[in-house]
């Protein structure tokens, strides 16, 4: 008699720059089943196009589900919008995950990555806040994509932050990524080993590359602009604004009940 296996679909909510292309590398390590299409494990249609699940109604949420159960796919990521979390988290089938990063950490490497891939004109941190009027460049980033405050100018506030620690708390496992990824080896069956993925560590070869490739510009930005460590007062300017979001980080990285 051959039992068939336990389907499940493992979504995993990627936030910028808290270590997305490890997550999914190490999915495709252990064999999960990713659409088809995709980039960095974000479904894209047949015309390159991203499918934008976090615009979906709740049935066009659970249709969805159900065609990735009717094509096997096992894990999805979704990296630009929040889906419905009421819908998956309630379905026995999906298991909910994401990792959360020093907010400090988190911002100084998208800035980086940013600059030495040329997708911002900020030379300085400070320039960089706000940048483009994406969340990932605005203070309280986890507390804004969780709670659906998203892009809005209006600064978050108490009932934001009580919205975001509830829309964690749907999770099934939630990772703090200096402590690494054995959470995904014990709520998922994982194997893993410590990858980089996505580094910004430079070397001759990749600056032979950009040569080869003609990106001279790319290859001064990582001249000019190396990257330290930000200075005293820009770290105290971030934490001052940057409040709702640390406390949401202090309140999972203290509390393990909340990460598996």
């Not at 979906?56 to 159960?69: A, V």
């Not at 094509?71 to 089938?93: K, M, N, Q, Y």
């Not at 950009?210 to 971030?238: C, Q, T």
Request: with cysteine; glycine share 4%.
């Amino acid at each position: 008699m051959i039992i068939k296996k336990k389907y499940r679909l493992i979504w995993f909510q990627h936030f910028h720059k808290a270590a997305g292309t490890s997550i999914v590398d190490l999915a495709e390590a252990n064999n999960e089943r990713l659409w088809l299409n995709h980039q960095n494990g974000n479904p894209i249609d047949s015309r390159g196009n991203q499918i934008e699940l976090w615009k979906y109604s709740e049935d066009e949420l659970r249709r969805f589900i159900n065609l990735c159960e009717k094509e096997s796919i096992t894990f999805i990521a979704t990296e630009w919008g929040l889906p419905c979390l009421r819908v998956l988290s309630e379905d026995h089938r999906v298991k909910l995950i994401t990792c959360l990063r020093d907010p400090l950490d988190r911002f100084v490497s998208n800035f980086y990555f940013d600059l030495y891939y040329g997708f911002t004109l900020a030379r300085k941190l400070e320039d960089y806040v706000a940048t483009r009027g994406r969340s990932f460049t605005m203070f309280n980033y986890y507390c804004r994509v969780l709670s659906g405050h998203n892009n809005s100018p209006h600064d978050v506030n108490d009932a934001i932050f009580a919205r975001a620690k509830d829309a964690l708390s749907k999770f099934d496992i939630c990772i703090i990524l200096q402590e690494g990824f054995i959470a995904l080896v014990k709520g998922l069956g994982w194997k893993v080993n410590q990858l980089q993925s996505n580094s910004l560590n430079f070397s001759f070869r990749h600056a032979l590359s950009l040569i080869a490739r003609g990106e001279m510009r790319l290859l001064l930005y990582r001249l000019l602009y190396p990257r330290n460590k930000p200075e005293d007062g820009f770290v105290k300017y971030f934490k001052s604004g940057n409040l709702w979001d640390q406390n949401l980080y202090n309140v999972i990285k203290a509390n393990s009940d909340l990460r598996l």
